[in-house]
């Protein structure tokens, strides 16, 4: 047999799954995430560095270090939502909710190496906040993936 021949018989090759199926929207959702992780430890980094600033001017700066943190926290977890699905262009709740997943991960890594530091929240409130930010980058991601509709100007007869 000649090589055309065997050529002709061989088996037909299967689709390649990363290419079409489930495992290229799990995997460009994961990968929009991962960017707008990027966005969001960036936004959250200037952030904090600019109200870090306004609360050393501050004659208190004590009393804003918690309302200054958490909002940085919630607009910055916003913002990745947002950045997500304008990444993704498809799937904003699920690609806010992922980058929202990698950010307390993140956090919670970050906060491995702050040492022995007390809070005065209990286990209800940290969950609540942790709650809080996905459901912050999942809206995030809603607004991000809305488009208008375009409107048709109808022209009308002179």
Do not use: H, W
């Not at 870090?52 to 916003?78: E, H, K």
């Not at 942790?130 to 002179?158: M, N, Q």
Request: overall charge positive; glycine content about 8%; some cysteine.
């Amino acid at each position: 047999m000649n090589t055309n021949a065997r050529r002709k018989q061989a088996k037909p090759r299967l689709p390649n799954i990363s290419r079409d199926g489930e495992s290229s929207a799990f995997r460009s959702i994961l990968r929009s995430a991962l960017y707008a992780l990027c966005v969001t430890l960036t936004v959250a980094i200037v952030l904090l560095v600019v109200l870090s600033i306004i609360a050393y001017n501050n004659p208190d700066p004590d009393a804003l270090v918690a309302p200054f943190a958490y909002g940085t926290l919630f607009l910055s977890a916003l913002i990745g939502g947002i950045a997500a699905a304008k990444i993704n262009r498809s799937a904003g709740l699920l690609s806010g909710a992922t980058t929202g997943l990698l950010l307390l991960v993140v956090l919670f890594i970050a906060s491995l190496f702050t040492g022995n530091s007390e809070t005065n929240n209990s286990f209800g409130v940290t969950l609540a906040f942790y709650v809080g930010v996905i459901l912050v980058c999942a809206i995030g991601g809603i607004i991000g993936s809305y488009k208008p509709k375009r409107r048709r100007r109808r022209i009308t007869p002179k």
